[in-house]
């Protein structure tokens, strides 16, 4: 069987683990890599997450599948730089949002694009963060489908089964507001717990006091700032919506405990239980 070049723009966690996943499934895959740090496509060929380094996003064009496992502002970026792709060439995006990205992909090669957002993550990044497992089991949310061509869906929704995701469709704002909630809102109260405590606490106190619980909350503030602030750039309007709710909820909580009633705060905690019978 002849084997598929795959191009991967940004060689991190999310390119790096992709690319684990793919060469576990055992199928014949070449992979081309493109990082704008150097570093990264040393660690990524060092690591043998890719075969070889390219540096022009032209180079990628014959490729028969291109990931693009950058920040969303460069998502959008690089979509415009593609031409004169393999006629069945397959580019899937894999930005935490979709809507700016769907619509800003160029007209004459939206066929060739697959928006995909694969709920995973952690808050390490660079080659060396790639892992087996970051996608097995995991949700992958496939943004306004039918947009793209039948073949790019068909080759999309093989790759992510054959990696052991879970697929998921949706429109691409409807996904932006969910993911405002589920995913955006705690990244940014992440970061404002890690400031809140490095503002009121000395670097001793924290280093002796803090237990599992503030360790899990603050765990994603340590995740890349250039990234995120991409993400709350294009998905303003659903975060603020989101984190206007969570004020709305802490205040609830911060009167309660003002007023003295126990017993509704007790009700209050109890209904947050809940959400575990769910996850």
């Known amino acids: ?12 966690l999310m390119g790096g683990s992709l690319s684990i ?17 150097p570093s990264h496509c040393k660690e990524a060929l060092s690591l043998k997450l890719v075969d070889e380094i390219v540096t022009d996003i032209s180079d990628l064009s014959q490729c028969d599948i291109i990931f693009l496992c950058i920040p969303v502002d460069g998502i ?38 697959v928006t995909a957002h694969p709920m995973t993550g ?15 089991g995991k949700v992958v949310v ?10 790019q869906q068909n080759v999309a929704q093989t790759l992510f089964e054959d990696i052991g995701m879970k697929l998921v469709y949706m429109d691409a704002s409807e996904h932006d507001r969910h993911a405002a909630f589920i995913s955006h809102m705690p990244h940014a109260i992440s970061y404002a717990l890690a400031n809140s405590v490095m503002e009121q606490e000395a670097r001793e106190s924290i280093i002796a006091l803090a ?7 603050s765990r994603i503030a340590k995740s890349s700032p250039n990234m995120w602030e991409d993400v709350f750039r294009q ?45």
Not at 122 to 131: D, L, N, R, S, V
Not at 142 to 149: A, F, H, I, R
Not at 243 to 267: A, G, P, Y
Request: a positive charge; one cysteine or more.
């Open 1 to 12: 069987m002849q084997k598929k070049t795959i191009g991967l723009v940004g060689l991190g």
């Open 21 to 37: 996943a793919l060469q576990e499934t055992q199928k014949p895959y070449y992979f081309i890599g493109l990082d704008h740090n």
């Open 76 to 113: 959008i970026s690089v979509a415009k730089q593609f031409t004169n792709l393999h006629p069945k060439c397959t580019i899937i995006d894999l930005g935490s949002t979709k809507e700016k990205i769907s619509n800003a992909i160029p007209t004459k090669i939206r066929k060739h694009f």
């Open 122 to 136: 952690t808050e390490k990044f660079g080659p060396t963060a790639a892992m087996a497992n970051l996608y097995k």
């Open 142 to 151: 496939l943004c306004d489908l039918e947009k793209s061509g039948t073949y």
């Open 211 to 217: 237990g599992g619980g503030f360790k899990d909350m």
């Open 235 to 279: 998905n303003k309007e659903n975060l603020l919506e989101a984190i206007h709710t969570f004020q709305s909820e802490l205040k609830k909580c911060q009167k309660m405990v003002e007023n003295e009633e126990w017993d509704r705060l007790n009700t209050w905690m109890s209904k947050a239980n809940t959400l575990h019978n769910i996850l």
